[in-house]
């Protein structure tokens, strides 16, 4: 079965940025997009970003509109999400999905803390 694994969560100031990476251990066969969603504490889980994995179309949330960038790397098999400009409502946990012919896949998560 498909694995994500996500890095590069830690603590970041306000204005300050981070640089999320998601390897992913499984084939891209069946693959339609790579995103991120994320979850903040008492809050629903919502949609970030997104990657078309053939065509590199790109999608974000009104939330992140001009901060985030998504891409992915075809050879390497992975996803990464720069946020910038950080705002404490970006403190989450921040998780890798895989949207593909056999449904949704998510990763374990990487927590985001954002300070004041």
């Known amino acids: 079965q498909v694995q994500l694994t996500e890095s590069g969560g830690g603590c970041g100031q306000a204005g300050g940025s981070v640089n999320l990476s998601c390897i992913v251990s499984g084939p891209t066969e069946g693959r339609f997009d790579m995103g991120w969603w994320r979850q903040a504490p008492g809050k629903e889980r919502e949609f970030v970003a997104a990657i078309n994995w053939d065509a590199g179309r790109t999608y974000y949330a009104d939330s992140v509109q001009g901060r985030a960038t998504i891409s992915r790397d075809i050879a390497k098999n992975t996803v990464s999400l720069q946020v910038t400009n950080l705002k404490p409502e970006d403190t989450a946990v921040y998780y890798c999905?895989?949207?593909?012919?056999?449904?949704?896949?998510w990763g374990k998560g990487t927590l985001v803390t954002v300070s004041s």
């Open positions: 999905i895989e949207d593909g012919k056999n449904g949704r896949d």
